[in-house]
């Protein structure tokens, strides 16, 4: 992906309407989302400032501003610490269904990415040992994974699995989703017990989602049984809320 600052097509704000009803700070947001959309401003790019910007086409700051934030709440454009206004691929929508984070980027024509973070044996927590029906102090594996998509970074992952799934490897981890793994060794995840929230970031969450110190995330609590009725995944996830969202349908009874 690109990273340098993008200078948009010359043609994209020609025929602004300076004197007319539209505003302008709408005619600039429309026509840079249509760019982003069709692929004239590719995902990964960085867009100027806003003074730059504003300079540029002759328009105050403010109305600058207001564009580039309509494009960033559709998801199309991140801020990022250090980095400035990047374009994305638009935000991550998921299905609340029995998948993996892997999976549902890969399904939406995201690239996936993943860094191990820890990737070790611990004993079990008394909340672990409870959701995986062990006994407090018994092994488990305790993996935890930075994930992106196109190369922003999305979500912090923590999954603590039986001891029997300890020769699972980083690089498998780097390279597929961890439900994509078990299915290969013949482990068939049939149900899942799941839990929304959200709260603030804490500990190194906020660098590690490229978020403000102490910014909302969304969370979600797993626990994955297979078709024996094993517990065989307990985890808990962190979100960032401007790239990822949760759908459901809701039937009336």
Request: glycine share 8%; hydrophobic share 40%; net charge negative.
């Amino acid at each position: 992906m690109a990273s340098d600052q993008t200078v948009w097509p010359d043609e994209l704000f020609l025929d602004l309407d300076r004197t007319g009803p539209v505003p302008l700070y709408f005619q600039v947001s429309s026509r840079l989302e249509a760019a982003i959309r069709s692929g004239a401003i590719p995902a990964g790019a960085r867009l100027e400032n806003e003074i730059a910007i504003a300079q540029r086409l002759g328009l105050s700051r403010p109305t600058i501003r207001r564009a580039i934030q309509d494009i960033v709440d559709k998801g199309l454009l991140v801020r990022r610490r250090g980095i400035g206004t990047q374009v994305v691929q638009g935000t991550v929508t998921r299905q609340v269904e029995l998948t993996s984070l892997y999976e549902d980027l890969q399904s939406a024509h995201h690239e996936p990415g993943t860094r191990v973070l820890t990737h070790e044996i611990v004993p079990a927590s008394d909340a672990v040992a409870a959701g995986l029906g062990l006994t407090a102090g018994d092994d488990v594996v305790y993996i935890r994974r930075q994930r992106s998509t196109d190369n922003v970074p999305v979500a912090v992952l923590e999954n603590y699995l039986p001891v029997e799934f300890a020769d699972i490897s980083t690089s498998q981890l780097e390279e597929r989703g961890l439900y994509q793994i078990m299915r290969a060794r013949g482990v068939t995840i049939r149900i899942a017990k799941q839990k929304i929230g959200a709260r603030r970031a804490h500990g190194d969450e906020s660098d590690l989602l490229d978020i403000d110190k102490g910014g909302p995330v969304l969370t979600m609590e797993r626990i994955a049984f297979d078709s024996s009725g094993r517990a065989i995944e307990f985890g808990h996830h962190c979100y960032r809320p401007d790239m990822y969202s949760f759908e459901t349908t809701l039937v009336a009874k």
